[in-house]
Nanobody, 121 residues
Framework: VQLQASGGGLVQPGGSLRLSCTASGPAFKTYLMGWFRRTPEKEREFVARIGWGGGSTRYKDSVKGRFTISIDSAKSTVYLQMNDLKPEDTAVYYC???????????????WGQGTLVTVSS
């Protein structure tokens, strides 16, 4: 399974960004898809997850109501819409795929390259 993430950038506090992760490879739609983020202080922090059917969604408490994970199965793409961004959301964001229902980074088998999100005025 190959994952290609994109969409990061510099945004002011209160702004929005949408991250994309395109998947390919054998049986990739059997995997659970997740978004994680990494900062110098926190290693691979769970952000959100979703199944290819659009269910099994779950969010980190601090992003609930601000971030939305979604799937376009026809485009083989997972999105993370991030609204009302805060400086503490600054991180390298990664998409990942797991073969079980989990929020633990160590259970995700496949990882895309990171995309940097910087929230600053």
């Amino acid at each position: 399974v190959q994952l290609q993430a994109s969409g990061g950038g510099l945004v002011q506090p209160g702004g929005s960004l949408r991250l994309s992760c395109t998947a390919s490879g054998p049986a990739f739609k059997t995997y659970l898809m997740g978004w994680f983020r990494r900062t110098p202080e926190k290693e691979r922090e769970f952000v959100a997850r979703i199944g290819w059917g659009g269910g099994s969604t779950r969010y980190k408490d601090s992003v609930k109501g601000r971030f939305t994970i979604s799937i376009d199965s026809a485009k083989s793409t997972v999105y993370l819409q991030m609204n009302d961004l805060k400086p503490e959301d600054t991180a390298v964001y990664y998409c990942a795929a797991a073969s079980l229902m989990t929020t633990r980074a160590e259970d995700y088998r496949y990882w895309g390259q990171g995309t940097l999100v910087t929230v600053s005025s």
